[in-house]
């Protein structure tokens, strides 16, 4: 099956493009959280948002939430890690599943999480962001997670499985519901190193030997999720119709630049839907 849109990332973006699209009956899938914005929740008090006023960052995530079910908008919450562009469509990778879109709208926010030293340099060369994706080239070997999040260890317990031995480094406090043959390290993660591939992790109390290092974030840059997306000053680069570089391809809300505010990433996202139904027209009539 393919989609006529793919959307990734559920917040105020990432729903506006959801819900406009939905209005003009395209077939979209979304890719996101049922948490929807963690930022939103942590806001005391809202009163720059056209039409909803004097309310905290819990009762604007509901209002979006009551919105989107009342449309039957669903979301996709396999964490998207690949967006290969294929011509005349785009391929979604999400875990270990393929997922074809003719369009799609990138929403993903902004990294706040640097990279560490080392991160970027071994990417594809034993770093990777997805460990159920590239699991089988580790059959037998070390492997590192760094997980930002509790999805993390369901990577984690999936890849002890093939792996020899998994660390688990938690960047983040809870009960951790790992399998017992997994090792947890509560320490800092400094540096990846290695020659032509990984073959170290270095922290703040130890260094480990590894053959790779998977780092479980909550959503990873957009030059890496998009192979050829053209940056610019750390945000995706767009024209006024949220137009990127590649053709097919849009991005909306904090990802294409400040300001960071909810009303105007919500707008980025009509205009993002906007477009892509226009193309998708266009493509059609052709």
Excluded: W
């Excluded at 995530?61 to 290969?84: G, L, P």
Aim: net charge neutral; proline share 3%.
């Amino acid at each position: 099956m393919r989609y006529d849109i793919a959307i990734i990332g559920s917040g105020p973006a990432g729903l506006s493009a959801a819900i406009n699209a939905k209005v003009r009956n395209k077939n979209i899938i979304l890719f996101g959280s049922s948490n929807l914005s963690d930022k939103i929740v942590r806001a005391p008090v809202i009163d720059n948002y056209l039409g909803i006023y004097n309310v905290n960052g819990e009762g604007l995530k509901n209002a979006f939430r009551s919105h989107i079910e009342s449309m039957d908008i669903k979301i996709n919450e396999e964490r998207a890690t690949n967006v290969y562009a294929m011509g005349e469509y785009f391929v979604v990778a999400a875990n270990d599943k393929m997922y074809e879109a003719t369009t799609v709208i990138l929403a993903t926010g902004i990294e706040y999480t640097k990279p560490i030293k080392g991160e970027e340099e071994f990417l594809g060369k034993g770093v990777g962001y997805c460990a159920t994706c590239d699991a089988s080239l580790y059959r037998g070997k070390k492997v590192a997670i760094i997980g930002y999040n509790v999805e993390a260890e369901q990577e984690a317990n999936f890849l002890v499985e093939i792996a020899s031995n998994v660390y688990y480094i938690p960047i983040y406090k809870g009960n951790y519901s790992l399998d017992k043959n997994i090792q947890i390290i509560k320490d800092t993660p400094l540096e990846v190193k290695g020659k032509e591939y990984v073959d170290r992790l270095v922290l703040k109390k130890s260094e480990i030997d590894v053959d790779g290092v998977f780092f479980i974030k909550d959503s990873i840059s957009p030059k890496y999720l998009v192979p050829g997306l053209e940056m610019e000053k750390g945000h995706i680069k767009v024209d006024k119709n949220m137009h990127t570089n590649i053709k097919g391809c849009f991005a909306a809300g904090d990802c294409t630049g400040k300001p960071y505010q909810y009303l105007k990433a919500a707008g980025e996202g009509q205009i993002a839907a906007l477009s892509a139904v226009s193309y998708l027209d266009t493509k059609k009539n052709n």
